[in-house]
């Protein structure tokens, strides 16, 4: 085949599957996980539901596409928040206060079921990871610039920093969250 033909098919490929994913994320975000169907999803992206089904066999395999996506533009975010600052104290309640956010702002009703069906996939494993990974990195870099407590771990301030903020998906407020990563980071500071 012609490579212009090679290329235009693909692109046509990639905009029906961003269509399809932009579709279940504007169901998601307007009515619930629950209610995400093909037919919902096909009307959304504009297309067919025997296009759909030619790219997708069921709701559960988009919602997986989809859900991989989301957590790409999260640990995205967060990289682009560390960058912006330059001191590392600076870096790291930039990512602390991205990742609270992050976390309010995500917080979707799941059924219990399908939430936990996608939590066992390998790429949130892999996101789970990288993020501990970018949050140690972060407070060793404290530690050594004197901002961070250096008398525990970083893996075991890492694991303080995501549980005390994962409060921030029940927080009604930006302020509130502002609050609770001030709280966390207080608890990092080197003791005196």
């Not at 009307?43 to 559960?60: H, N, S």
């Not at 957590?71 to 912006?84: P, S, V, Y």
């Not at 870099?141 to 407590?149: F, L, M």
């Not at 970083?154 to 509130?176: D, F, I, Q, R």
């Amino acid at each position: 085949m012609p490579k212009l033909w090679t290329d235009t098919i693909e692109t046509h490929r990639r905009e029906v599957r961003d269509a399809v994913l932009a579709a279940t994320s504007r169901l998601i975000a307007e009515q619930g996980l629950l209610a995400v169907t093909m037919s919902g999803i096909a009307e959304g992206a504009g297309i067919g539901r025997a296009t759909l089904y030619k790219y997708f066999p069921d709701v559960e395999s988009i919602l997986h596409v989809w859900h991989e996506r989301q957590i790409a533009a999260h640990l995205d975010q967060l990289t682009a928040a560390r960058d912006q600052a330059r001191h590392p104290s600076d870096r790291l309640q930039a990512v602390l206060e991205a990742y609270a956010l992050i976390s309010r702002e995500s917080h979707v009703p799941h059924d219990g079921e399908l939430a936990s069906l996608m939590h066992r996939d390998e790429h949130v494993h892999r996101a789970e990871h990288q993020l501990r990974q970018l949050i140690q990195e972060l407070l060793a870099d404290g530690a050594k610039a004197g901002t961070v407590r250096d008398d525990i771990p970083p893996a075991e301030l890492a694991e303080y920093c995501l549980h005390a903020l994962a409060a921030s998906s029940g927080l009604g407020s930006k302020t509130a969250v502002s609050r609770l990563v001030s709280v966390t980071l207080s608890g990092l500071r080197q003791p005196t």
